[in-house]
Each structure stands twice: as structure tokens, then as C-alpha cells.
């Protein structure tokens, strides 16, 4: 079972830059991916950043590819979403997710974080 907690969300002016973090308790497969997904109000969830727990190998929506750093930090089990150049197209609730293996579904998720971004 892994438990997420997300921290980091806030208003922020287009052009700004926020840095969310996603805290992991709980134990964490050698196999497993990480990954941070969003929903803006009225939409369905997206897909944002990927990044495997062994070895770092990172994925990107196209959406954020260039301005979104996903990262993490093994040894104290965190996740991070290095976000800059921010649109107000990225206003959604964000939210940490975890798996298990290489692929497959998502199984453990956070309670998510606000990300306002004002024009």
C-alpha cells in the first residue's frame, strides 16, 4: 500500500512558476512509475508527467513538454513537478499517482493540489 500526499499548489500569474511535491509513504515497487496527472473543472483527467522509480526515465504530455520537470528523490520516497512558463490553460487540480509496474493502471492516488494560473 502506498499512501501520497501532494504540497505545493498555489495562484500564480501566467508566466510564473510553482514547484508541487508529492510525499510517498508506504512501500514502493522497483518496477514502479510515478506520475502526476491533472483535471481543469468541467474536464476529464489528464496525463501529465511520468518518471519510473528506478532510474528516472521521464514522459511528458505534449501540453507541458519544454516547460514541466517532473523528478524524485528515492531516498526520501518524493515526487516533484517542477512547473514554469505557466498558462492559464494549466488551472487544474493536480494530483500524484503511483503504480506498481512498468505499465499498467495507476492504483494509488493523492487527494490532489490547486493550481490557479491567472491571465
Known amino acids: 500500500q502506498v499512501q501520497l500526499v501532494e504540497s505545493g499548489g498555489g495562484l500564480v500569474q501566467a508566466g510564473g512558476s510553482l514547484r508541487l511535491s508529492c510525499a510517498a509513504s508506504g512501500r514502493i515497487a522497483s518496477n514502479g512509475v510515478m506520475g502526476w496527472f491533472r483535471q481543469a473543472p468541467g474536464k476529464e483527467r489528464e496525463f501529465v508527467a511520468t518518471i519510473t522509480w528506478v532510474g528516472g526515465s521521464t514522459y511528458y504530455a505534449d501540453s507541458v513538454k519544454g516547460r514541466f520537470t517532473i523528478s524524485r528523490d528515492t531516498a526520501k520516497k518524493m515526487v516533484y513537478l517542477q512547473m514554469n512558463s505557466l498558462k492559464p490553460e494549466d488551472t487544474a487540480v493536480y494530483s500524484c499517482?503511483?503504480?506498481?509496474?512498468?505499465?499498467?493502471?495507476?492504483?494509488?492516488w493523492g487527494q490532489g493540489t490547486q493550481v490557479t494560473v491567472s491571465s
Open positions: 499517482a503511483a503504480r506498481d509496474t512498468v505499465i499498467g493502471r495507476f492504483k494509488y
